[in-house]
């Protein structure tokens, strides 16, 4: 859990994304606290309408960078003019808004209260399906707050989604610290038999899966792969947190699988489904990454191509075993962040200019955006944006046929047809 300050600069857009930014953060139970002095990580969300407007951005940046362990710098002129903050050698991360919250994790877990109970937020319903992981990360914090998995049946669980469909929700979002080891603490992996179970609600509707170690998923990827091609309410989806290509780095940060296994689950899914998006978090700059550790972490990068990448610096959290080592100066973890951003851009763009120019159907409208526009997902959770949206008429919740017209490096541009 981290305690983080956010400041917001500019129009009603980027404090918009400021509050998604905060609930998410709040959802993975971090905090906010005034003052950078105070918090672990810094959040920027710039604006860059004037000259004047961006050497206050830049001197801002400076001084929080100075006041803080970590700085994550968004909004306007952190996409349009990123370059500046290395010209002005700030020690921050930009980001898109939207990769914000998985940044300030640091790799850990997201936490939910031991109370946590579905939420239904707008058309999207958020479904805790256990509390607890089994993993023992070297790094990690949130595994002190949540202990050992802690898995309510499955006909529990299903009752919660069946409730929110009921609300009228169009997505539920499966999430936990860990879903891939659902049902551990009872000797038995049943992530796949609870998605069953949930597919065959009736309603129209769609399903996430949240973060799942490589390890629990790499025991049931057959079966979990052959659930995901078999119902189409399930997004071709998954996020499998790899952290590092090095055998030797995952070792010290207790990550109990091995790159083999992560990349075996991999090879699964390209089996089974033919159109699917990888999601996968890298840390970089772990106290005992070498030179060729992190040349590994960008083969591994490269060989997997992952079409969602969370990047993180290490940064320690107290009370950690990671605490204690000796770091990384802090140089070298900003390269290594730098050089991997870069593969990251473009693999992500990638992925999105091969969408244009097709059709994907039955996407789901999932929330409002700026000016008029929607926020899609298409069958595969890729980001689909529509402009002008009432002038065709759509709304959250309703499912549309668009056409890709355009993309940008984290979205795509659709016209319904």
Not at 62 to 87: K, S, V, Y
């Amino acid at each position: 859990m981290a305690r983080y300050h956010i400041e917001t600069y500019g129009c009603t857009s980027n404090r918009g994304e400021s509050r998604e930014i905060e609930r998410r953060l709040r959802d993975a139970g971090h905090y906010r606290v005034d003052g950078a002095e105070e918090a672990d990580v810094a959040i920027l969300n710039t604006c860059t309408v004037v000259e004047k407007t961006e050497r206050n951005m830049l001197r801002r940046a400076e001084e929080l960078a100075d006041e803080t362990a970590d700085l994550f710098i968004t909004g306007c002129m952190a996409l349009a003019q990123g370059e500046e903050f290395d010209r002005a050698d700030v020690d921050g991360q930009v980001l898109h808004w939207d990769e914000v919250p998985e940044a300030v994790t640091n790799g850990e877990c997201p936490t939910t209260t031991p109370d946590a109970e579905p939420i239904l937020d707008g058309v999207v319903g958020i479904l805790p399906i256990a509390r607890g992981c089994m993993s023992d990360c070297s790094y990690c914090i949130t595994k002190q707050a949540t202990g050992k998995i802690d898995s309510p049946s499955i006909e529990e669980n299903v009752e919660k989604a069946r409730a929110l469909i009921h609300a009228g929700a169009k997505e539920i979002r499966i999430t936990g610290q860990d879903t891939g080891v659902y049902g551990w603490d009872e000797g038995d992996r049943k992530l796949h038999r609870l998605l069953e179970a949930i597919c065959e609600i009736d309603g129209d509707f769609r399903v996430r899966v949240g973060m799942a170690n490589p390890k629990g998923v790499h025991g049931i990827r057959e079966e979990l792969a052959a659930v995901f091609a078999e119902y189409d309410e399930l997004y071709d989806f998954l996020h499998a947190p790899v952290q590092s290509g090095s055998d030797d780095v995952l070792g010290d940060m207790r990550r109990q699988h091995q790159v083999a296994e992560y990349v075996e689950v991999v090879e699964t899914f390209d089996d089974y489904l033919d159109y699917w998006t990888l999601s996968t978090d890298f840390i970089v700059g772990f106290p005992t990454e070498t030179d060729r550790d992190h040349e590994q972490s960008m083969a591994l990068l490269r060989e997997t191509r992952p079409e969602k990448i969370n990047v993180t610096r290490f940064s320690k959290r107290p009370g950690t075993d990671a605490a204690e080592m000796k770091g990384l100066g802090g140089t070298v973890k900003k390269e290594r962040s730098k050089e991997m951003s870069a593969v990251k851009r473009d693999l992500v763009a990638d992925a999105y200019a091969d969408m244009v120019g097709e059709v994907r159907e039955d996407v789901l409208v999932v929330e409002e955006g700026t000016a008029d526009s929607v926020k899609c997902r298409d069958s595969a959770y890729r980001q689909l944006i529509v402009q002008n949206a009432s002038d065709y008429g759509i709304a959250p919740g309703d499912f549309v046929d668009l056409e890709v017209t355009a993309h940008e490096t984290m979205y795509a541009f659709g016209k319904p047809r």
